[in-house]
């Protein structure tokens, strides 16, 4: 744990492997967002107000998939630059601003259905 908050863990240009608990941690993380990827890509075709989250969620999975597993792949081949650990900080950084981004589109969902509530009860009175 202590090897986590040093500068030279982060920023070896030549780091050493994953340890096979942190390997299996990684590729469980990668099979949940092919899991998300996939329960989205079909959530996303169904017409509801939901449809735009579902849209950018099976974005974010489908993309944080492809990036982890050349990331995986780097750390299995030994690349010496693109194996780096602040590739992963970058990355996982990254995943949260996305996530962020996300829950407020979540959060948008029902404003839009009271607008959209409101529109109709609008438009009935309108010949």
Same mark, same amino acid.
């Given at each position: 744990m202590q090897n986590l908050l040093t500068w030279k863990f982060w920023f070896n240009l030549r780091p050493e492997l994953l340890l096979?608990? &942190?390997q299996k941690i990684y590729l469980a993380i990668l099979l949940i967002l092919l899991i998300?990827? /996939?329960?989205?890509y079909f959530k996303q075709t169904k017409k509801s107000l939901y449809k735009?989250?579902?849209k950018q969620s099976y974005v974010f999975s489908f993309s944080n998939l492809v990036i982890g597993a050349i990331f995986f792949f780097f750390n299995y081949e030994r690349a010496a &630059?693109?194996?780096?650990?602040f590739w992963l900080a970058l990355w996982g950084i990254s995943m949260? /601003?996305?996530l962020v981004y996300l829950?407020?589109?979540y959060r948008q969902v029902p404003l839009n259905k009271k607008r959209l509530e409101e529109e109709q009860e609008y438009k009935k009175y309108i010949p």
């Open positions: 096979p608990t &942190f998300l990827a /996939i329960f989205s735009r989250f579902w &630059f693109l194996s780096a650990r949260l /601003i996305w829950i407020k589109i």
